[in-house]
T-cell receptor, first 114, second 113 residues
């Protein structure tokens, strides 16, 4: 089945130690998104790629970076995780950017910062 | 900016009872509206979406939603709740572009015996 895959499902890191979360998709979608979701809150968009074009949200901290080496894969790098970065990180894709397009979400990676 | 408001952060129903989760949108033109469900420690799964083709939209797992322009509402319903419906439900709108998918604050549905 075509899908959005996130690995690992759970990630533990230490305060200040760089961590990378990965996302892959078999939908061949043009757009890939990264969201941060804290407990009992709605997902918050960090950035998205349209093909190789990177789009950062204005309030996304510089500590968060992303790479998209090809259509299928997208990575979220947290350069120096703080305790406040502990959250669920969701990857999503959409075929295109039209307002009728549906975003398809992966299962998420829960990040714990010690 | 377009937004959605979900009334009730927590809703509790008995198994077999009607489920009604409320969502109102703010838009001067009919928007594209979505309902997503999130089970514990999972990603978001699309339940249904409104694209102006029909005002009554049927989704997965027996859920449906009716777009009412006069009330600027897109409430989610299910005739008979099941224990497996317990989850967080998000209403969302895309104001002009899919990249700006805007979520409501979510409603946690509890189903009791």
């Amino acid at each position: 089945d075509a899908m959005v895959i996130q690995n690992p499902r759970y990630q533990v890191t230490q305060f200040g130690k760089p961590v990378t979360l990965s996302c892959s998709q078999t939908l061949n979608h043009n757009v890939m998104y990264w969201y941060q979701q804290k407990s009992s809150q709605a997902p918050k968009l960090l950035f998205h790629y349209y093909d190789k074009d990177f789009n950062n949200e204005a309030d996304t901290p510089d500590n968060f970076q992303s790479r998209r080496p090809n259509t299928s894969f997208c990575f979220l790098d947290i350069r120096s995780p703080g305790l406040g970065d502990a959250a669920m990180y969701l990857c999503a894709t959409s075929r295109d950017l039209g307002e009728s397009e549906t975003q398809y979400f992966g299962p998420g990676t829960r990040l714990l910062v010690l | 900016a377009q937004s959605v408001t979900q009334l009730g952060s927590h809703v509790s129903v008995s198994e077999g009872a009607l489920v009604l989760l409320r969502c109102n949108y703010s838009s001067s033109v009919p928007p594209y509206l979505f309902w997503y469900v999130q089970y514990p420690n999972q990603g978001l799964q699309l339940l249904l979406k409104y694209t102006s083709a029909a005002t009554l939209v049927k989704g997965i797992n027996g859920f449906e939603a009716e777009f009412k322009k006069s009330e600027t509402s897109f409430h989610l319903t299910k005739p008979s709740a099941h224990m497996s419906d317990a989850a967080e439900y998000f209403c969302a709108v895309t104001p002009g572009t899919a990249s700006k998918l805007t979520f409501g604050t979510g409603t946690r549905l509890q189903v009791t015996l």
